[in-house]
């Protein structure tokens, strides 16, 4: 997998530890991976500090080496900010609202008719936490939250994390090419609580989509899928990314799979659509475009 990606930016999945690193040479990327760990509690972050200082003790000097720094000060502001002793110590509690979010692809803002890419997609919502119990799905786009527009996932984060546990939120939803209002309660039992990692896969890959690096974007789909055979948002991805590809025939079993891991909703809908136009003949020019492909 490390050889599919460009020298300069390897990715790493440490499974036993559930994290995933960006780039080392890569500041714009820090603020995602900061914010996983800004929502670890100290016990966490204290594992983290020690695995990463064993990584560095045992190879100071090899090619992960700056990696592990970088990771190793993410790690010590995120346990500054929360004041955690060497001991670990607890947590005051934080709201969690139960969602999951990436940049919008630009190819999905204009078939979820969006003039522009602001704003946050919703890759996951975890089930019976407070998005999921006002109603807030898979490709939903926040578009702002309590009147205040929010036009890049890491603003979303930060607006969720001024508010407090028990307080009613109202967020602004893309859907069905209109604006509507959810009102999301965060519970105290939606606190705390280490959140998976696939969101920052999802965003990664939507930059290489986006950057017309389609076979990079697949693989890291398909990584998604791996964890989580019925993310049918990866799926449908995975259809898009086969699509620029020209297979459609890999195109299709994808779209097909999200529709049947999720037969109703959005992301089903557009799944047939992408069929549909799949299906439909070629014309002469898409054929001779193909062909000298």
């Given at each position: ?145 309590d009147g205040k527009k929010l036009a890049t996932p890491d603003e979303v984060l930060a607006a ?70 019925n993310d049918a948002l990866a799926w449908y991805f995975i ?55």
């Amino acid at each position: 997998m490390l050889g599919l990606l460009p020298r300069k930016c390897a990715t790493v999945v440490l499974a036993a530890a559930g994290i995933l690193s960006g780039c080392a040479t890569a500041p714009e990327n820090n603020g995602a991976v900061l914010n996983v760990y800004r929502q670890l509690d100290c016990n966490t972050l204290k594992e983290r500090d020690a695995l990463f200082n064993r990584a560095l003790t045992g190879s100071p000097q090899n090619q992960a080496a700056q990696m592990w720094r970088e990771h190793a000060a993410m790690v010590n502001q995120a346990r500054a900010e929360k004041h955690c002793g060497d001991s670990g110590g607890a947590v005051a509690q934080r709201p969690r609202i139960g969602i999951q979010v990436a940049p919008v692809p630009a190819s999905l803002a204009t078939a979820l008719g969006l003039s522009s890419t602001s704003g946050a997609l919703i890759v996951d919502v975890m089930k019976g936490l407070p998005a999921d119990k006002a109603g807030i799905e898979k490709m939903d786009v926040v578009l702002g939250m309590d009147g205040k527009k929010l036009a890049t996932p890491d603003e979303v984060l930060a607006a969720i994390k001024q508010l407090g546990v028990g307080a009613k939120t109202n967020v602004q939803i893309w859907r069905n090419r209109s604006v509507k209002d959810y009102v999301v309660d965060l519970s105290a039992e939606s606190t705390n609580g280490a959140p998976p990692t696939t969101d920052l896969v999802m965003e990664a890959a939507a930059g290489d989509f986006d950057a017309g690096r389609y076979f990079d974007a697949f693989k890291k789909y398909q990584k998604v899928v791996k964890q989580n055979p019925n993310d049918a948002l990866a799926w449908y991805f995975i259809g898009q990314s086969l699509d620029k590809m020209h297979d459609a025939a890999g195109a299709k079993t994808a779209y097909q799979r999200v529709i049947d891991i999720q037969p109703q909703g959005q992301i089903a809908d557009y799944a047939r659509q992408m069929l549909a136009n799949l299906s439909q003949p070629a014309t002469a020019s898409g054929k001779a475009a193909q062909k000298k492909k």
